[in-house]
C-alpha cells in the first residue's frame, strides 16, 4: 500500500507557500481587468459580459480582504520558503515584505475608477463600505505596527502605501454614499430656487412705508435661458457633450422624481425641436453617460481640484516607494517575492497611469478643456478631434448611410466598438410565435423551473439582439417630435401620454375602422393583441411576396420598424417588465395561457397547415428568413370563421382570437385605399406603445439601466422629458420674481 504521507506534506507546504502569493497575484489581474473592462458595462446589454463582470467585482474584494486576513494571521511565510533558507534574518525579511504586500490590499479594495457600485442597490449599502475600511485599514496597521516594532526595513515605502490605499478605499466609500439615493436627492434640492421671499418684501415694504418712502412691487417674468443660440444647425462633438452637461444637470432630479418647472420644460423643450434626430439622440446618450459616471463610478469624486490632488500624491507615492524599494537592501527576500513586488508596485503605477488617462479623455474633462479654448481655435478643432475618435456613434451601414444621410460626414469607425460606443445600440427581441414553436421537454422545464433558472436561461434561448438603426432612430425621433409640437400645454402632453395606439388610429380616417378591434383592456393586453397580429401581417406579406401577389406593400422601412418594436415590447413584457409598471402580474399570467392555447389550437394539425414554397426573394436574404415560422403564422393567419368562433370563450382565447381578427382588418386597409399604409400605422401605433410603457415606468428601475448597457426604452424615457412629455412639470402658469419700485 503507498504511502500518502509525503505527498499530503508536499501539498500542504505548496498550500502554505503559494496561497498568500497567488491570491496577491490574482488581486493585482482583477483589478487590470476590472479597470480596463469596467467601464464596457455602459456599453454592452450582453449576458456573456455583464455576468463575467459581475464575478470578478465581487471576487476581487473577497480575494483582496482574504489575502489580508492571511497576513494578519502570519500565513504564507513557511519555515522552508522556496530558497530553502530558514535562518532568522531571511524569515524576518520575508516577513516585512509580506507586511508591505498589505498596503497594495487596500488599495485593490479600493477598486479602480471605472466601476464602484455593480447596481444601484451597492450605493444604499455605504455604511457598511464603511465599516470595512475602518476594519481592514485597522487590519493593515495592526501588522504594520506589530512589524514597525521588530524594526522593519521596509516601513517607510509601506507607511507610503498604506496613505495611498486608505485615499483610494475612502474614495470609493464617499462614491457609494455620494451615489446614495437620500444623498442624491438631497444634494439637488440643496440647489432649489426657494422662490419670492414674501415675508421679507413685506417687512422692506413696513420700514420704507416708516421712512416715509413710496414704495410698489411689480412682478417681472424671468428671462428663459438661451439654450439654443444657433438653432437648426447641427452641433459639433464637443458642443454635444457640452449641451448634454447642461441638461444632465437640468434633469438629473428625473432619477428620484423631482418635479420640474415649466421653465425648465419651455428651455428643454425648445432645444430639442430645433435638432435633429442624430444630434438629440447624441445629446440624451452622453447625458445618461454622465449620469453613469455619477451613480457607478470614482469620478464625482475624483473630479475637482481635491482629486486631482489626491492623483498626483498618489502617483508620487507610488514612484517614492518603487525608489525606496529600489535602493533597499534585497539580499535576504526570495526572488520570487521580489517580483511579485515589484509587480504589485508597477502595476499599482501603471493603474494610475491608466486612470489618469481615462480622467482625461472623460466627458466632464472635455468639458473643462473646452472652456480654455476660443471656438473655431487649433486646440478646439485638435479637441473636437478627440471626441470624434473616441466615439463614433451608430455604426452606418455605408449603403444606407449613401441613400439616405448623404448629408452627414462620415466619422471614423473602430474596429471594436464596445470601447467606443455610448451604450449597447442593440435592440433585444422576444417573439410569441417563436416560443411556441420551440419549447422545451416537460422533464427540462420542471428541472429549470426547480433550480430558478428558467427566466435565466429563457434569456439565452428566446432572446435575439437586433442592431439598432438610424432608420429607427430617426422614426421615433420624429414620432416624439410631433407629440411635443402638440403639446403645448401640460394638460395636452398628458392626454397625449395616456394614449396606448388610440391617438395614432384616430388620426386618420382609413385607420379609425381598427378602433373595435383593439379591445379596452390594459396595456399589456395591447402588447400582446398588436404583437401576434404585427407577426401575422409581416409573415403574409412576405408570403404574398414569395407568390408575387398583388397588394404587396413596398414601405419595408415602416415593415421592418414595426417588426422589431414589436418583438422589442414583448422582450419587455415577458423578460424585463420591470421597467414598465403598467404590467401587471395579470397579463404575464394571460401571456403564458396564451402560449399554451396557440399550442393547443395550431401545434400539431397538418390539416390546417399552409405550406410556403422556399422562392429566393427580392432584396431579402433566403438566410434572414425564418420559413418555418413563416408556415406557422400562415397556419395560424388562415384560421377560417368557423374556427375563431369555437376558440371564443375565456380572456386568454378571446385574446387570440382577436389578434387574428385584427391582422385580417389591417391586411385590408390598403386593398380598399392605396393611400393608405399599414406599416406607417402600425410603427406609429407601436411607438405609441412604446412612449405609454416609458412615461409610465419607475424612475429608479430606467436608471439602472444605464449600467447595463443602456435600453431604447431608457433613452425614450428621457428624451420623453426633454420633449415636455411627462408628469414630472409643474403646472404653473408664469414664472415670475418680485421687484421694488422706490419713488
Known sequence: MMDYTWYISKGEHLWDTWQLRGAIILSLLLQTFLIIFGSSRKRTSSNWIITPLWLFYLLADWVASFAIGLIAKGKGNPRELLTGKTDDGTIAAAKDLLVFWAPFLLLHLGGPDTITAFALEDNELWLRHLLGLVLQFSATMYVFIQSFIQNNMLWAPTMLMIMNGTIKYTERTISFYLASSNRFKRSMLANVDPGMNYIGLKEDNFEMKEEKLDTENEMIHDPERDVNMDKKRDLTEIEVVQYAYDFFNMFKGLTVDLIFTRKTRNESREFFLNRTAKDAFKVVEVELNFLYEVLFTKFPVVYGLSGVCARIFSFLMVCTSIILFKIGDKSNFNIIDVKITYALLFGALTLDIIAMFMLLLSNKSIIFLSKLFKPGNTWTRILNAIVIRKVSGIPEN?????????????????????????????????????????PRSRFKQYILENLGLTEFLDSYKYVKAKRYTTKLRDFIFEELKSKSEAADDLDTATEINSSRGDRVLRSVDGWSGLLPHTLDGDFGQRILLWHIATDLCYSKELSDKVKSKRHVSTNTDHREIAKLLSDYMMYLLVIKPTLMTTVNSIVQIQYWDLCANAKSNFGNEKAHEVNVVRKPMQGTKESEVDWEHLNACMKIFSCNELRLKN???????????????????????EEEDNNLDKWLMISKVWVDLLCYGASHSQAQMQTAQVSKGGDLITIVWMLMAHFGLGDQFQIDQHQERARRVVD
Not at 406 to 426: A, D, G, L, M, N
Open 647 to 669: 376558440m371564443k370563450g375565456d380572456v386568454t382565447k378571446s385574446l387570440l382570437v382577436y389578434s387574428i381578427i385584427l391582422a385580417n382588418e389591417v391586411m385590408k386597409i
Open 398 to 438: 455605408p449603403r444606407e448611410e449613401a441613400q439616405t444621410h448623404v448629408s452627414e460626414p462620415q466619422t471614423h469607425v473602430w474596429p471594436i466598438r464596445i470601447f467606443t460606443r455610448r451604450w449597447s445600440e442593440s435592440i433585444p427581441t422576444y417573439n410569441l410565435i417563436y416560443y411556441c414553436m420551440h
